[in-house]
Nanobody
Framework: QVQVVESGGGLVQPGGSLRLSCVAS????????VSWYRQAPGKERELVAS???????DYVDSVKGRFTISRDNAKNTVFLQMNSLKPEDTGVYYC??????????????WGQGTQVTVSS
């Protein structure tokens, strides 16, 4: 089955850390651009961090210096290390793997999301 599955969310106090994992099955995630999105209650889904198939990274301004996106190709996994968490980081975090192929068109996979709650 072709899918991505997120894990690693939970409840953490402000200033704490979490590491989210996005594990791919049925395809090789290293060939895909991967992004993490989050959606807070009552708000639209926003792009948080992304990594290209070549390893280039980008972050929304609000998480720069605190979050790090990385790959472990041997584990077919992309991580999001989140440090110095703030209450405004609360939301459901989604992994997206996307590839545009000349021959197969656009392949786009979303996970089911993992809840991150930052609260004292």
């Amino acid at each position: 089955q072709v899918q991505v599955v997120e894990s690693g969310g939970g409840l953490v106090q402000p200033g704490g850390s979490l590491r989210l994992s996005c594990v791919a099955s049925g395809f090789t995630i290293s060939n895909y651009a991967v992004s993490w999105y989050r959606q807070a209650p009552g708000k639209e889904r926003e792009l948080v961090a992304s990594i290209t198939d070549a390893g280039g990274t980008d972050y929304v301004d609000s998480v720069k210096g605190r979050f790090t996106i990385s790959r472990d190709n041997a584990k077919n996994t992309v991580f999001l290390q989140m440090n110095s968490l703030k209450p405004e980081d609360t939301g459901v975090y989604y992994c997206n793997a996307r590839r545009v192929s000349r021959f197969f068109g656009t392949m786009d996979y979303w996970g089911q999301g993992t809840q991150v709650t930052v609260s004292s």
